[in-house]
């Protein structure tokens, strides 16, 4: 109610101001009157009326205070002050704005990208009781892997720790988009797939097993292709040129997979089931817990169920335990995210070293300035201020500049998502779904609130006491910007020790050579078209006598990829000796050019021919590695193994390429001749070129069959490139953290070492007058700094020590605690130290006692 | 300006006013002349403070203030005490008779 009429009577602005004057000048004027009438002169009169009506001025003022807002008022009048104080210092405002954004731009930009990717999977909802089952096989060095029928039939038996078990595959479908053959990517989904997600329809409703050819779409392509209709359900749908019924939407947040444009249903067939442990891994079993289980009992639970199955006393135990093959249960949340776990949040706890050094310096800052205000601050007080209106007001000023800065980084970490999104690394269709969120923006805003108090708080408390007791405390002072540069040396010791073991990693991987030329090849995948034989025959001559082109081959899958397709296999007349593993290899299926094109020599043998066709005997060529392990001591050619379509004769021998990643060491590799395995739907074209080819494989693609949809259309070096991205992108970001903290701790040694000098130039001058020599002094100074750099440095090691099994993972040929990475990491960070702590204390060896006796 | 508290004053001063203003609207001279000859110039005090207090009373919404004409046909701020301040005015005469009859029993007690 007072606050309201407050409100109002001061928003009718300067006549509020002029009311109270007319109506003061009026009440003197009747009172002069009152007195004339009474028979005074008129000066005398005007006289009694002002004594009469006593301090006209302070009438006013008094009226006005009980307009105001006396605390607002008083804030606003700090804020006022605080500003010109920050503009008064610009450097210094400046240096701790910039830092405020950097530190919270960093952080709230990756942990947008956490959210996005680990915390909160796709933007779902409870995604916490969802698991996922994936199998390893020891023996093979095979993790993570996907699930055959049979595996799913396995989880779906655990009913005492999940209530629901749903299986997924992927689908490949061309749809024609307005004339455009597209190629769409789709799930075909087991009916309890929905369920375990606990998602609703957007429209329509789910499937159940009996509907048959019927489809569920993703919401992005409800919208985009059928324009949000609410009655979509029994409007129907062509992939691949067949009709699917469309039952309903799947919500709109719902994303997984990240690219999927619709759902179609699995039937998981008892003869698919039969097929075994091991083969037709091509699903994704995904299980909802059941009431009060935890992840933790279902994983046990599974771990038992695998070592009970290789335990038992049957053929089939026996070979299960004989390949390590087993059952994994992950959280959906670790597997969704897979490879980007680790390094997001080794990346989220850099960008918090560097907020927090970055904290510790701007109060190391403002401390240091703070000390020229005590006289400021001494004023104040013996005028009446109370240590709350001290506090508030320095308090207030840091507040203002981490508002500032806050803004400021969430400037920048808009620009780091938008930035994050287009990012070239595996895991990139997660990435293209982070977005910026009023969560985030709080948290960004949040962070710099907290970093901000953080840094005034220490000052602040600080020159409360200065004001008290003099002298006495300044040391207490130099031991909190001692603790500051310690945590900042000791931040930027760690980041740059990370940046140094990425970088060795990177470089190491960098100069492993793939075993064939990826320059100026252009890749790029196509969908085999159903009833268009000759094809594949067609678009390789086109390709082949294309302008520019120098060779042209097609081959299935591409390197740098995904892999060859991993299979067993066996050899014509040799038995696996007993205990000896199934024999596995990777099989890409080429066309003869492919090695011409990739320039991979053909040690013995012939190549693949034209001859080699459908109604040829089927031939292979084996890579050396295979040779070397599985044909020793004699002649591999004219040995016949058995991996796809029964037996191939092994025409020649290449050389062993690096073509799943060039940190792995490849599987034997068997080449097979592209026209003679049929099985599957999609092939690559491989142009070599002087130029990028993309457009134009596109464009012959298109002559040669419009129906046929070109996707994924790549460089070799891009392909190459895109593997090594996380750890690109992760030693990038790390080395700017870590040059960051770096030049942090040096502004704040320096800062502290000089503050030193100047406060004991007077005592300086007076030993130097009675004799103490420049090198003494200059090394009191360096020692005071190495001191604290080096405790830093200590703490440094220590927490390096501590989160080195982190980083291992990320790590390749380099071990987490490299003595090399941390000597030159020590060396750079000695090195910079003491350039920042020279330069004060040669000053201050140099003082003249002359004038420093004079100094004030 | 007298010798009264001014801080005994600030409470009194807007019970003064409010009585004032109960018997009719009035304007700040009005309001002075009326308190001088009825406590027959007994408060020694500035009629200036008079303002703060009528802006404290508009504050809390116990007066409303209007442009109006005085009898002399001058343009004046005329004040009118609200519901509020009439039940305002009832409260602080009823703490005040209590006040007062307190002290006189003490002091014929002693």
């Known amino acids: 109610m007072k606050f309201w009429n407050r409100f109002r009577l001061r928003s009718r602005g300067n006549r509020l101001e002029g009311d109270l004057t007319d109506e003061i000048r009026l009440h003197r004027e009747l009172l002069r009157e009152e007195f004339e009438r009474d028979g005074m002169p008129a000066v005398e009169a005007a006289r009694a009326a002002a004594r009469q009506f006593g301090n006209a001025g302070a009438a006013a003022d008094l009226s006005r205070d009980e307009w105001a807002f006396p605390r607002f008022d008083a804030i606003a009048k700090d804020v006022r002050f605080a500003l010109r104080l920050m503009l008064r210092h610009p450097l210094l405002t400046g240096a701790a704005v910039l830092t405020v954004a950097f530190g919270v731009g960093a952080n709230t930009a990756i942990l947008s990208i956490l ?6 999977p796709l933007g779902m909802r409870h995604t916490e009781r969802i698991m996922a089952a994936r199998v390893h096989v020891d023996r093979l060095h095979m993790k993570n892997a996907p699930n055959s029928a049979t595996d799913f039939r396995d989880v779906q038996t655990m009913t005492d720790v999940f209530s629901l078990v749903s299986a997924a595959e992927g ?197 240091t300035r703070s000390s020229g205000r005590r006289k400021e601050i001494a004023i104040r007080l013996s005028l009446g201020a109370t240590r709350w209106q001290i506090v508030r007001q320095l308090l207030l000023e840091s507040l203002l500049m981490g508002a500032a800065g806050g803004v400021a980084g969430l400037a920048m970490a808009k620009l780091g998502v938008s930035l994050v999104t287009r990012a070239s690394v595996p895991g990139k269709q997660l990435l293209e779904l982070v977005v910026l969120d009023n969560r985030m923006l709080l948290y960004g805003l949040g962070l710099a609130m907290a970093s901000s108090l953080l840094f005034g708080l220490v000052p602040a408390i600080q020159l409360l006491r200065d004001s008290q007791a003099a002298v006495m405390v300044r040391s207490r002072r130099r031991w909190f910007q001692d603790a500051f540069v310690v945590a900042e040396v000791g931040g930027a010791f760690v980041l740059l020790v990370m940046t140094g073991l990425l970088l060795r990693s990177l470089w190491t991987v960098q100069q492993i050579q793939p075993g064939f030329d990826a320059r100026n090849v252009t890749t790029a995948y196509y969908t085999k078209p159903a009833n268009d034989p000759g094809f594949e025959r067609r678009l390789k001559t086109s390709l082949q006598s294309a302008p520019g082109v120098e060779s042209a081959a097609l081959v299935y899958p591409v390197p740098f990829t995904q892999g060859g397709l991993t299979s067993s296999f066996r050899i ?8 000896e593993p199934e024999w596995h290899g990777e099989a890409y299926f080429v066309t003869p050019e492919y090695f011409g094109t990739l320039r991979i020599p053909i040690l013995a043998g012939r190549n693949f021919a034209e001859t080699d066709d459908e109604k040829a005997p089927t031939a292979c060529i084996i890579d050396c590695k295979m040779a070397d392990r599985f044909f020793p001591h004699q002649d591999p050619l004219g040995q016949e193994i058995g991996m796809y379509k029964g ?141 604290s750099a080096g405790l830093g440095i200590a703490l440094g090691g220590v927490a390096t020590f501590a989160i080195q099994k982190w980083i291992s993972g990320l790590l390749y040929q380099v071990k987490a605690f490299d003595w090399l990475t941390i000597a030159a990491a020590l060396a750079a960070i000695l090195i910079v130290l003491l350039v920042a702590v020279w330069w004060p204390a040669r000053r201050a060896s140099r003082i003249d006692p002359q004038i420093a006796l004079r100094y004030e | 300006m007298g010798t009264t508290n001014p801080e005994f004053l600030k409470g009194t001063l807007d019970m003064l006013i409010l009585r004032t203003l109960s018997r009719g609207p009035n304007h700040g001279y009005g ?58 005015l009832d409260a602080e005469v009823r703490d005040f008779d209590m006040v007062l009859a307190a002290i006189a029993r003490v002091m014929e007690g002693a």
């Open chain 1, 647 to 787: 037996w191939a004769r092994i025409v020649g021998v290449a050389a062993t390429v690096r073509a799943d990643g060039l940190e792995e060491e490849t599987r034997p590799v068997v080449y097979y001749p592209l026209p003679q395995i049929p099985f599957f739907k999609t092939a690559a074209a491989l142009v070599r070129s002087p130029g990028p080819a993309g457009n134009l494989i596109r464009e012959t693609v298109r002559r040669t069959n419009p129906s046929v949809p070109v996707y994924d259309v790549l460089s070799m070096e891009e392909r190459i490139a895109e593997k090594l991205g996380i750890r690109r992108v992760l030693a990038g970001l790390l080395a700017i953290f870590g040059g960051i903290s770096l030049l942090l701790a040096t502004i704040g040694i320096y800062g502290v070492i000089a503050q030193v000098v100047a406060e004991r130039t007077q005592e300086i001058g007076v030993r130097i007058a009675l004799g103490a020599r420049p090198g003494q002094i200059l090394g009191q100074f360096l020692g005071h700094g190495l001191r």
């Open chain 1, 115 to 120: 959210e996005t990717v680990l915390l909160n």
């Open chain 2, 31 to 88: 309001i002075a002349l009326h308190i001088r000859r009825l406590s027959q110039e007994a408060f020694k005090v500035g009629e200036g403070s008079l303002y703060p207090a009528l802006q404290r009373l508009l504050v809390n919404g116990w007066v409303k203030a209007e442009w109006g004409v005085t009898d002399t046909n001058r343009k004046a701020r005329v004040y009118q005490i609200t519901a509020a301040g009439r039940k305002q």
């Open chain 1, 171 to 367: 689908r490949v479908w061309t749809y024609d988009n307005g004339g455009e053959a597209v190629r769409m990517l789709g799930r075909a989904v087991t009916p309890e797939f929905f369920a375990v997600f606990d998602a609703a329809p957007a429209a329509g409703h789910f499937f159940s097993a009996s509907d048959t050819n019927a489809v569920v779409l993703s919401y992005s392509m409800w919208q985009s292709q059928f324009g949000g209709d609410p009655n979509i359900a029994g409007r129907s749908v062509n992939f691949d040129g067949k009709p699917y019924r469309i039952t309903g939407v799947a919500p709109r947040n719902f994303r997984y997979p990240a690219d999927v444009s619709a759902y179609s249903l699995l039937t998981v067939t008892p003869a698919r089931i039969a097929q075994g442990r091991g083969n037709n891994m091509n699903m994704t079993v995904l299980a909802r817990l059941r009431a009060g289980v935890t992840p933790q009992q279902a994983i046990e639970r599974v771990r038992r169920f695998s070592q009970a199955q290789q335990a038992a006393d049957t053929d089939e135990g026996r070979d299960l335990a004989k390949s390590g093959y087993g059952l994994d249960l992950t959280p959906f949340a670790d597997f969704v995210a897979g490879d980007l776990r680790s390094p997001l949040w080794l990346l989220w706890a850099a960008a918090l070293v560097v907020l927090v050094t970055g904290c510790a310096n701007v109060a190391g800052l403002l401390l």
């Open chain 1, 572 to 579: 014509r007349n040799r038995e696996r000796t007993p205990g």
